[in-house]
């Protein structure tokens, strides 16, 4: 009888076994799982006719219905990591994406190329104690050029091609005016920044009649060129990210006195020479000096206390030499195929 | 300004830079007087030489040609053809040889005529583009030019010109004499300052010409001089040569002369023809309004009355320091001259010349300042040169009008102070050294600084240094004259705490790159704008005042603006945007957003508290009558297209203007500003308000910020795109940032999160068309209360078993609470109580 059973079990193993190995899914085979091992499945059958089985027989046959169920849990196992492996990478190969495909649409936008200019300066400078101010576009005549030692019908007048708006007001022609409207209101030590929309009515290829300048001006006690130098020097050090020389030249403004132009080696050939610098290896940066007592005293600040230097450049020139822009129209045309190399 | 090296050599040793100027004109640059170019005049005239016709002959095949034999000192003779007939054997001619140039890019090479070989060509003026008073036929030169020299040596064109930058305190410099002294100081070499000699004899100046200076307080010097009998005609060829080569055309002897003398000494001089001199009179003194004068160059002016004149005894007979008149001034037959050399304040010439248009050289050196001191000089230079080229008999005694000589205050400079401002060591002997060679005087001042005795000094500039009056001048003299590159660079070290960024900059630019960052691109435009470009697009500005963003109806406009589109300053951002939109448009950019951050300006009369400004107060200016100006900035964003989408392709057809809306929905976010509406045109407050004319009637809303309005957002009104022929839908937005960014930053306080489950429940209601989903969504926000942590719009259906005038808007609830687990009652409570109360309030059902 024992001997008949344990055939029986063996019968039940192989095509356990059998059903285990060849079911095709996971399915077929958790359905071949129930249909052996499950609780109705073929194995409690076997179990249920134990009771025919004499007494010794009995833990015998139990012993061997054990063996037999745990080689098909490994079996089962075994099926089930091969199943699943193989499912996962049909699915994996069903799912494959063609990634050249686009997502959405990036958003794009960008701040325009002379905010950049600005934000950079202000960046800049901010590190070294400078912090911005404003000023009105339509200045008064005094602000524009009298207080900053500009007389009536003098000659330095002709430096500045003005766009009036009545007998008292213009549209300011630099961004110096807020040194003045600065050292009114405010006490030294300063340094301050002022960028800015500025005015002159001329305009051909390489001039705007409204363009863009950042001035920048330094209030302590004893202010120097040396000190104005150093200033420019990390400036354009930070800007160009590298060691460019700092370069002055005699110059004239009505505000400063000692006054200079700056120029810095030219950053696209390191000096060497190239069609920016026009070969001579360096490019004008903009204008500075120390600031004439005159203006000091125009603005109620005692020259014999505070001494003060100011520097000052174009905003278009400085981003047609950062980012090669061949044509000033470009930057009022706002043409997105401009703006957008920006981003 | 020209400056002609071998003319300044008259005056300063420059002769070692004939060949190399390159040097010369750096050191002027590192010194402040820009050279901005070096011409070569003589280059252009390589192989072209003076000949001598030996033979004359007819050419065998051609009558109108004659066959030359040509001595060109080079032993052989050449042979040239010739089409001109004026020249004869033994002429001297001007013979541009093989390899030679000629204006025009014209290369002479040996050539075949008609069979006969010619070995170069005989030139005319014209060829040569020079003006040589005939240009008929070749040049045919004077007996003694030398064979074979080269002809530019034989004009005096082997020269070198200086083209000057003179910034405007350097008048100085505005001649040969002043750029020699410069040179001089520079170089450390003597100066030759001409001393004029000419014999003077005859009744004095004053018997001939009276002369009487009324306004000396704008004319501080006025001398001038009879000379009679001269005789007017063409200048010999030194001087003409010399004017010539600065750039100026020679006229006559006498106008040539003084136009010689301003070039070489820097003073502007007149001559009057006596005869015309009504009473044989010179009065110094301003015009009368209304008054006529017509100028050399036969322009009629009326006087404005003011201008300063110089006056016979009847009439004006000179702008005075600008322009002579015509009938006064030196012709053919002119005998007797009166010649002025005088000293005008700048101003007034600067004004003059200004308000009446008129450029001259005379007025450009007296409107940036000459040197009375100089007044004399050049007086008798003129003499002598006049008597040299014209003849004629000087009068024994000059006039001069000098009530008040110049005197120059000597300004105190400390040695220290330069040191200390220069950044680098100036020792006394070297700052006296170089101020010294500058022309300055320089004395020790013992008694006054005590603690440094023999570092302050007196000093006194020179009368042609009229820049030179504060001790910083005396400074930059040291620095300029030592050179700016010996300046150290020295990091100032901040020793005080820096100060913030003025709010408005802060909050414009975190507001840019907030715009920026939903997608737009930062355009920048002109502050001022075409007023009839502006209005057309712009309407009936008065509609937008309800709107949040008041748009002044009377633009500032620009006294004298660069052309018609650019006349007023803009009153709105939109029209200079729109403007943007059709350059994209039309260079086939179908899709575009933009947006402006920028000023617009207004004004008004003034009120007495504007006076109190401070600054204003401070000015000498009169603020009275004035108006007051003022600029607020404003955001205005435009949008056109769609992009056709892979993932999502209704999103083409979304209109632009829920694009822009949600954008400064995600701003007002960022901003934390929670508390926002958008009202329709018949929404808002009163009796509503009429949609601006660029807007769309139909697509537009205000921005309402916590009960103000800011703005508004909307499409274009179709006649506009119809005008432009855009065929793409446009929506725009102007916001007030001043408004928008109040109170800036808002702070940020976090929520505490729930752990309790959340759940999602969607309502459909059916509304008409004349309902907005918004209000109820507001109604939904109102009637769910705390536990509601969203509500949104998912989804808005039309059509179906719909009427025609309904739409389906479906909203999607969230709903959470902080305290427990919603039950299913509750939520069915909740949303029975939203629907009850959606119905009630705005009468719609729900689907």
């Known amino acids: 009888m024992l001997k008949e059973q344990v055939e029986r079990l063996k019968r039940v193993e192989e095509e356990a076994t059998e059903a285990f190995v060849e079911a095709l899914s996971s399915r077929q085979l958790y359905e071949a799982k129930v249909k052996f091992l499950g609780k109705q499945g073929a194995f409690a059958e076997l179990m249920k006719l134990m009771g025919r089985l004499s007494a010794e027989e009995k833990p015998q046959f139990g012993k061997e219905v054990n063996l037999s169920k745990q080689r098909l849990e490994g079996r089962y196992q075994e099926a089930e990591l091969k199943l699943k492996k193989q499912e996962m990478e049909e699915r994996l190969a069903r799912e494959s994406l063609d990634l050249t495909l686009p997502g959405p649409e990036p958003l794009g936008g960008a701040r325009h190329p002379l905010s950049l200019v600005i934000n950079e300066v202000v960046e800049i400078l901010a590190k070294i104690g400078y912090s911005v101010r404003l000023g009105p576009q339509i200045e008064g005549d005094w602000f524009n050029f009298e207080a900053l030692n500009i007389p009536p019908d003098h000659p330095s007048r002709d430096l500045q091609d003005t766009f009036y708006i009545d007998s008292n007001h213009v549209l300011r022609t630099h961004t110096s005016p807020v040194q003045i409207h600065t050292l009114l209101n405010e006490k030294p030590p300063l340094r301050v920044l002022a960028p800015g929309s500025v005015f002159r009515c001329d305009s051909d290829v390489s001039h705007s009649p409204n363009f863009h300048q950042i001035e920048g001006m330094l209030l302590d006690k004893k202010v120097s060129m040396a000190d104005l130098k150093g200033t420019l020097a990390f400036f354009i050090k930070e800007l160009f990210g590298s060691s460019l020389k700092v370069r002055f030249r005699p110059s004239f403004f009505p505000f400063t006195e000692p006054s200079a132009e700056f120029d810095c080696s030219c950053p696209i050939c390191k000096g060497k020479g190239c069609r920016m610098c026009k070969n001579s290896g360096w490019v004008e940066i903009g204008g500075c000096g120390l600031i004439n007592p005159k203006v000091l005293m125009h603005a109620g600040v005692d020259p014999k206390q505070w001494q003060g230097f100011a520097f000052g450049f174009g905003i278009e020139r400085m981003a047609i030499i950062k980012y090669g822009v061949e044509d000033i129209r470009l930057f009022n045309e706002n043409d997105i195929r401009f703006l957008r190399q920006f981003e | ?847």
């Open chain 2, 1 to 847: 300004m020209k400056i002609s090296l071998k003319w300044l050599q008259d005056y300063v040793d420059v002769a070692d830079f004939l060949d190399q100027p390159e040097p010369l004109a750096e050191k002027l640059t590192a010194a402040g007087i820009e050279v901005e170019g070096i011409e070569r005049p003589g280059q252009a005239f390589a192989q072209v030489v003076v000949g001598k016709i030996l033979l004359k002959d007819r050419h065998p095949d051609a009558d109108k040609l004659t066959l030359c034999q040509v001595d060109v000192g080079q032993g052989e003779s050449q042979q040239i053809i010739c089409g001109a007939s004026n020249h004869q054997q033994g002429d001297k001619v001007v013979v541009a040889l093989p390899g030679a140039v000629l204006p025009g890019d014209f290369k002479i090479k040996v050539s075949k005529i008609r069979g006969v070989e010619s070995r170069g060509m005989l030139c005319s003026a014209s060829e040569l583009g020079l003006d040589l008073g005939s240009s008929e036929g070749i040049v045919i030169l004077p007996e003694e030019a030398p064979v074979g020299e080269a002809f530019a040596q034989y004009r005096g064109l082997e020269d070198v010109i200086f083209e000057l930058s003179v910034t405007p305190n350097r008048a100085d410099c505005l001649s040969h004499l002043g750029l020699a002294r410069e040179i001089g100081s520079l170089l450390e070499r003597p100066v030759r300052v001409p001393s004029p000699e000419f014999t003077a004899k005859g009744a004095p100046t004053q018997e001939l010409v009276s002369v009487e200076v009324k306004n000396s307080d704008l004319c501080p010097r006025y001398a001038g001089r009879v000379i009679r009998g001269v005789k007017v005609g063409p200048s010999p060829d030194w001087l003409r040569q010399r004017l010539e080569s600065v750039g100026l055309n020679p006229i006559n002897n006498v106008v040539d002369v003084t136009n010689f003398v301003m070039m070489e000494l820097g003073q502007p001089l007149h001559a009057f023809d006596v005869a015309k001199l009504r009473d044989q009179k010179i009065l110094v003194a301003e015009s009368l309004p209304g008054e006529l004068f017509i100028t050399l160059d036969k322009t009629e002016i009326s006087l404005k009355g003011g201008e300063l004149m110089i006056r016979d005894g009847e009439r004006p007979v000179a702008l005075a320091g600008v322009v002579g008149g015509l009938e006064s001034g030196v012709s053919e037959t002119t005998q007797d001259l009166f010649v002025e050399s005088a000293h005008f304040v700048p101003e007034t010439v600067r004004k003059t010349a200004r308000s009446h248009g008129i450029e001259t050289d005379s007025a450009y050196r007296f409107s940036r300042g000459t040197d009375p001191e100089m007044v004399k000089l050049a007086l008798d230079r003129a003499c002598e040169l006049i008597q040299k080229t014209a003849g004629g008999e000087v009068a024994e005694v000059y006039v001069d009008h000098y009530p008040d000589p110049l005197l120059r205050k000597p300004v105190a400079v400390n040695v220290a102070d330069v040191s200390e401002r220069l950044g680098y060591e100036v020792s006394a002997e070297e700052f006296q050294a170089i101020l010294r060679r500058l022309g300055c005087r320089v004395e020790p001042m013992l008694e006054s600084s005590k603690d440094q005795p023999d570092k302050a000094f007196a000093v006194v500039a020179p009368a042609y240094r009229w820049d030179l009056f504060q001790a910083v001048d005396f400074i930059e003299e040291v620095a300029r004259v030592k050179g700016y590159d010996l300046i150290p660079e020295h990091f100032p070290p901040l020793h005080y705490h820096p100060s913030p960024h003025v709010q408005d900059y802060s909050h414009q630019e975190r507001l840019a790159n907030l715009v920026a960052g939903q997608g737009y691109y930062q355009a920048v435009n002109y502050g001022f704008i075409s007023s009839k470009w502006s209005e057309g697009f712009l309407g009936n500005t008065e509609l937008l005042k309800p709107w949040g963003v008041e748009v002044s109806s009377a633009p500032v406009p620009i006294q004298n603006p660069l052309n018609a589109d650019l006349d007023v300053m803009r009153v709105c951002l939109l029209p200079g945007l729109f403007k943007n939109l059709l350059h994209n448009y039309r260079h086939s950019v179908g899709y575009g957003r933009l947006f402006e951050l920028g000023s617009v300006f207004s004004s008004r009369p003034p009120e007495a508290e504007d006076r109190k400004v401070p600054g204003q107060a401070t000015g000498p200016g009169p603020f009275a009558g004035d108006r007051v100006y003022s600029e607020s900035p404003r955001l205005a964003l435009l949008g056109w297209g769609q992009v056709t989408q892979l993932w999502s392709s209704s999103a083409a057809n979304r209109p632009v203007v829920y694009d822009l809306k949600s954008h400064i929905e995600a701003i007002l976010s960022q901003l934390r500003i929670t508390q926002y509406q958008w009202l329709r045109a018949e929404e808002m407050e009163g009796k509503g308000a009429e949609v601006p004319d660029f807007l769309h009637p139909g697509q537009s809303a205000a921005l309402v910020v916590e009960g103000r309005a800011l703005g508004f957002v909307g499409s274009l009104h179709p006649l506009l795109l119809e005008r432009e022929k855009l065929r793409s839908s446009v929506a725009v937005a102007e916001l007030d940032v001043a408004q928008l960014m109040r109170g800036q930053p808002r702070s940020l306080k976090v929520k505490s999160l729930s752990r309790f489950p959340a759940v999602e429940r969607d309502l459909t209601f059916v509304l008409p068309q004349s309902l907005s989903a918004g209000q109820v969504l507001g109604e939904i926000k109102k009637a769910a209360g705390v536990n509601l942590q969203s509500a949104r719009i998912v989804d808005v259906f039309t059509g179906g078993d719909l009427k025609e005038d309904q739409r389906a808007v479906s909203y999607r609830m969230l709903l959470q609470s902080h305290q427990e687990t919603l039950s299913e009652e509750l939520l069915q409570g909740l949303q029975t109580k939203v629907i009850e109360q959606v119905k009630r309030k705005l009468a719609v059902e729900v689907r």
